[in-house]
């Protein structure tokens, strides 16, 4: 993965940050970025922009380009404006990056973690990148050397496309378009007075809805609430890197999910 310096014109910043990686497993199964025969089409890229028209103003976009699998894919990570008051408030409004456990708002940049796939466990599925609303943060550290920030937002966001098999009256593959409505969540992290150490909660609530179409006809949409908790571990130092996040589904029956992973990584020198 590779990223680049910014370079600031006026009032607008450019950043940019991109990756690619090759995969090959040894059957016929699909893994992360492989296949039997080596899939070279793991291809990402991320123009970042900000604008500062006002001292208090900021204007955030970021196209993206995405290739896997031989399928590409062109859109907008989100677009957003941010109102800064003082360190304890922030306001925000429009496609916003979604404040949900630790990489969620930072789900493409992969200079920042140790594997090119986040931890497909909980991001490949049931973390969301942005969510379309409004939504308030901002952070405090005391005298004591503690420090802490929160998030709280409104709105939708979009989920992973999903793929699921129907069997009846005919088996068919159906690609869902996941959809948390009437969105409310939040997130709060504590930062203690030990350099590169951060823990904290997550959560959103909403109404889920799945619409499932075809190239015929629309089969139908499956509507259920949903509440999802997450509690994230970071600690980050000049030779280590540790994370460790669980997340659980509760309030439905439609779909549980109860889902724990670590990822510990090790500097082999300032490079490697």
Same mark, same amino acid.
């Given at each position: 993965?590779?990223?680049?310096? +910014?370079?600031?014109?006026?009032?607008?910043?450019?950043?940019? *940050?991109?990756?690619?990686?090759?995969?090959?497993?040894?059957?016929?199964?699909? $893994?992360?970025?492989? &296949?039997?025969?080596? !899939?070279?089409? !793991?291809? !990402? /890229?991320?123009?970042?922009?900000?604008?500062?028209?006002?001292?208090?103003?900021?204007?955030? +976009?970021?196209?993206?380009?995405?290739?896997? *699998?031989?399928? !590409? %894919?062109?859109?907008?990570?989100?677009?957003?404006?941010?109102?800064? +008051?003082?360190?304890?408030?922030?306001?925000?409004?429009?496609?916003?990056?979604?404040?949900?456990?630790?990489?969620?708002?930072? $789900?493409?940049?992969?200079?920042?973690?140790?594997?090119? %796939?986040?931890?497909?466990?909980?991001?490949q599925q049931l973390a969301p990148e942005a969510y379309k609303g409004i939504g308030v943060t901002g952070t405090?550290?005391?005298e004591n050397g503690w420090g802490c920030s929160y998030d709280a937002y409104f709105g939708e966001l979009e989920? =992973? #496309?999903?793929?699921?098999?129907?069997?009846?009256?005919?088996?068919?593959? /159906?690609?869902?378009?996941?959809?948390?409505?009437?969105?409310?969540?939040?997130? /709060? =992290?504590?930062? #203690?007075?030990? +350099?590169?150490? &951060? *823990?904290?909660?997550?959560? $959103?609530?909403?109404?889920?809805?799945?619409?499932?179409?075809?190239?015929?006809?629309?089969?139908?949409?499956?509507?259920?609430?949903?509440?999802?908790?997450?509690?994230?571990?970071?600690?980050?130092?000049?030779?280590?890197?540790?994370?460790?996040? $669980?997340?659980?589904?509760?309030?439905?029956?439609?779909?549980?999910?109860?889902?724990?992973?670590?990822? #510990?990584?090790?500097?082999?020198?300032?490079h490697w």
């Open positions: 993965c590779l990223a680049a310096d +910014a370079v600031e014109v006026g009032h607008v910043e450019v950043h940019g *940050f991109g990756g690619w990686a090759y995969g090959k497993t040894d059957n016929e199964n699909r $893994y992360l970025t492989g &296949n039997d025969e080596g !899939n070279y089409d !793991n291809v !990402n /890229f991320s123009l970042n922009l900000i604008a500062t028209p006002y001292e208090h103003l900021g204007i955030y +976009a970021q196209p993206s380009f995405t290739e896997s *699998f031989g399928e !590409n %894919e062109i859109g907008l990570d989100y677009a957003f404006a941010d109102w800064f +008051a003082r360190d304890e408030l922030r306001v925000r409004a429009g496609k916003v990056k979604a404040p949900f456990l630790l990489y969620s708002e930072v $789900y493409d940049v992969g200079t920042i973690r140790p594997f090119f %796939e986040l931890p497909p466990s909980i991001y405090h550290f005391f989920l =992973m #496309p999903q793929q699921f098999i129907f069997l009846e009256p005919e088996p068919r593959l /159906f690609e869902f378009s996941p959809k948390i409505q009437d969105l409310f969540g939040g997130r /709060f =992290m504590v930062q #203690p007075p030990v +350099a590169g150490l &951060n *823990f904290g909660v997550s959560f $959103y609530r909403g109404r889920g809805l799945l619409t499932r179409e075809s190239s015929e006809e629309n089969v139908g949409q499956l509507i259920d609430h949903y509440l999802f908790l997450g509690a994230s571990l970071e600690y980050l130092s000049d030779t280590w890197w540790v994370r460790s996040e $669980y997340l659980a589904q509760h309030e439905s029956d439609a779909v549980i999910f109860d889902s724990v992973y670590i990822e #510990p990584a090790y500097m082999l020198g300032e």
